[in-house]
């Protein structure tokens, strides 16, 4: 099943997303609205805990999208909304254009069922089932007959190397093969969309690279729309093409990894950003001058001078820089010199990111 979007060129839209968790919550909610009070102000006067507070998202086809903050941000909370596993307490969901809060109970069951799967940091796994049976499951549901399942979970079990495992059960995996279990059983429904909630953080670090690793390669073959919930900006920087920070359930910026690394919204993205080193995340891009600014600044051409695809990363172009005395020149897709970058645009770059650590 390929990515699907909706006419508006959008795979999930999150619009105005309200969670207020108490039995007051309706009350909860007007006061919002009416007063504009803080979360500790809400718990006070209604005994109510806003896990939400008008979150908007636009997540593209086919990409894949951290949703990251510490403890209590809501980031997991926001995520159980896409599939309804919340009902929140205001504002919209379309998945792939279809309205998630119009559907009943019944429709909304199939949707998930053939549209959105989701990873769970606990695995999940059914323990009286089989490795291959547990990765079956969504498509025994489904009503799919066994040799097809059977099939296809043979096939997924390849994708996460799992070859010879199908017999086993989960008490004989270690944790990071019982997550590979997870993932695999979320892959072998074929959803368009892939919600990951903390996928990897119960295990421990090297597994867990080894996991972002593997997930990364398929990801990059499968092309699904995912949703990764993580309080790792290591993580999150690795894996995402964009990531959205929440705090106290709101969104406070949503970007690029080198977005959020160089122009971080506010002094809470700025100590979150911190320790990330921009070596392997700030790219030509964003360091570049325009060709036609430096040709006329400097009245030379640049056309001899060795030339770097937009995307390379800063510390190849540092290594690069340590060569030649010349700049060096940056080409888009099309092979066409954009850009110039000088070793002044370099140092600048560094010690930018020197004076933020």
């Known amino acids: 099943m390929t990515s699907v979007s909706s006419p508006s060129g959008s795979a999930i839209e999150i619009s105005g997303i309200w969670k207020i968790f108490g039995e007051r919550a309706d009350e909860a909610l007007q006061a919002l609205h009416r007063e504009a009070l803080d979360k500790e102000a809400i718990l006070k006067r209604f005994n109510c805990v806003v896990g939400v507070a008008d979150a908007t998202m636009d997540i593209r086809p086919g990409e894949i999208f951290c949703i990251m903050g510490l403890s209590g941000s809501g980031k997991s909370t926001l995520v159980r909304h896409i599939n309804r596993l919340l009902e929140p307490s205001a504002g919209s969901i379309r998945v792939n254009g279809e309205d998630i809060m119009a559907m009943n109970e ?7 069922n053939e549209h959105i ?4 940091q606990n695995f999940a796994l059914m323990p009286h089932r089989s490795v291959i049976d547990n990765i079956a499951m969504p498509l025994e549901i489904r009503g799919v007959n066994k040799n097809q399942r059977m099939e296809t979970a043979q096939r997924t079990m390849e994708l996460v190397e799992l070859t010879n495992w199908g017999n086993k059960y989960a008490h004989e995996l270690s944790g990071g093969m019982q997550q590979r279990v997870g993932l695999a059983r979320a892959l072998a429904a074929d959803p ?3 919600l990951m909630d903390e996928p990897f953080s119960a295990l421990d670090p090297l597994i867990r690279r080894q996991l972002q690793t593997e997930f990364m390669r398929l990801a990059a073959g499968f092309n699904k729309t995912t949703v990764f919930i993580t309080h790792d900006l290591d993580e999150a920087v690795r894996i995402g093409d964009r990531i959205s920070i929440m705090r106290d359930g709101r969104v406070v910026q ?5 977005d959020i690394v160089m122009h971080p919204a506010d002094d809470y ?6 320790g990330i080193s921009r070596l392997k995340i700030v790219k030509a891009r964003a360091v570049m ?3 036609g600014d430096y040709e006329q600044a400097h009245g030379s051409l640049v056309a001899d001078a060795i030339a770097f695809d937009e995307q390379t990363s ?5 290594d690069a820089s340590l060569t030649t005395e010349s700049p060096l020149a940056v080409v888009d897709g099309s092979g066409h010199r954009v ?11 560094v010690a930018d990111g020197n004076e933020a650590d």
Not at 106 to 112: D, E, I, V
Not at 254 to 258: D, L, S
Not at 339 to 349: A, H, N, S, Y
């Open 192 to 194: 368009e969309i892939l």
């Open 269 to 274: 993205v700025a100590e979150f950003v911190a």
């Open 339 to 349: 850009g110039v970058i000088t070793r002044t645009d370099l140092l600048k770059i």
């Open 106 to 112: 019944s429709t909304l069951r199939k949707y998930r």
């Open 314 to 318: 800063l510390g190849t172009l540092i």
């Open 254 to 258: 949503t970007g690029t990894p080198e």
């Open 289 to 291: 001058q325009p060709i």
């Open 117 to 120: 799967s989701m990873v769970f």
